[in-house]
């Protein structure tokens, strides 16, 4: 099996690493990945300036290849570049942090995933909800390693990925899988505003998330109560209804 493996927290994070080493017995990998943090970028592409490409190595061996550019960017290149072969398979992560809810939308690792998805590859975005570098990541990479082995059982769609996200639990507290829907979960955005050393203003993005769900079959829900959440998600935005009631209209 031929796996390319990204991100959007850099080819330099700690859940990258641990996700490649638990594919490596599945086939070969290939980590193509930004040249630094571009979480929360979305599905944007460079356009404007080249790509550059660097050599990684790690522990003193060939570890993959970092861009400078959009996770979304990095598959582009791969595919059409960078890899000697298709890949079989596309995974990204391992993020740090939930891609839940409205998350989908801003996500970096997700836009990786669905920009395979596209190119008709099977994707898996994979995320742990801990913005801690030094998080445990072992659950997360298990995940993924057994949905890579078993993808080919699923069936799924080719207009179809799955998105995981996992709970940053030791492996006896977490309570089991659940298959999802996208939650309702929105952030409620703030900006602080503080000064530069100049006496200057700038303003820095916060916020708090709102569960605005109770269904434990979402996915923002099922990983607050402890579970690994699997949605398929697909990118067909068209709203039919409304689609029906302006050609009533027109």
């Known amino acids: 099996m031929n796996i390319l493996v990204t991100n959007d927290d850099g080819i330099t994070s700690q859940g990258i690493l641990s996700l490649v080493h638990a594919l490596r017995p599945l086939g070969t990998v290939t980590v193509v990945a930004p040249d630094r943090q571009q979480s929360a970028v979305g599905h944007a592409l460079t356009v404007s300036e080249p790509l550059r490409v660097t050599r990684i190595w790690r522990d003193d061996q060939f ?3 970092a861009v400078s550019g959009t996770p979304a960017d990095c598959v582009k290149l791969a595919v059409a ?3 000697d072969k298709r890949p079989d398979i596309v995974v990204s992560g391992i993020n740090h942090g939930y891609n839940t809810g409205i998350n989908v939308l801003y996500s970096g690792t997700v836009s990786a995933a669905t920009e395979a998805m596209l190119m008709g590859i099977p994707a898996i975005a994979v995320s742990l909800g801990s913005f801690d570098e030094n998080a445990d990541c072992t659950v997360a990479a ?12 699923f069936e799924l769609p080719v207009t179809t990925l799955l998105n995981v996200n996992v709970p940053p639990l030791p492996e006896d507290r977490i309570k089991g899988v659940r298959i999802t829907r996208q939650g309702q979960g929105m952030w409620n955005d703030t900006y602080d505003e503080r000064l530069d050393p100049m006496g200057r203003p700038y303003y820095w993005l916060s916020g708090t998330y709102n569960h605005l769900d109770s269904d434990p079959n979402a996915d923002d829900v099922a990983v607050e109560q402890g579970f690994i959440a699997i949605t398929p998600i697909r990118f067909h935005l068209t709203d039919h209804d409304a689609l029906e009631r302006l050609k009533e209209r027109f």
């Open 63 to 65: 570890f993959g290849f």
């Open 81 to 83: 570049r960078l890899l």
């Open 142 to 153: 298990r995940t993924a390693a057994y949905l890579v082995e078993r993808y080919a059982d």
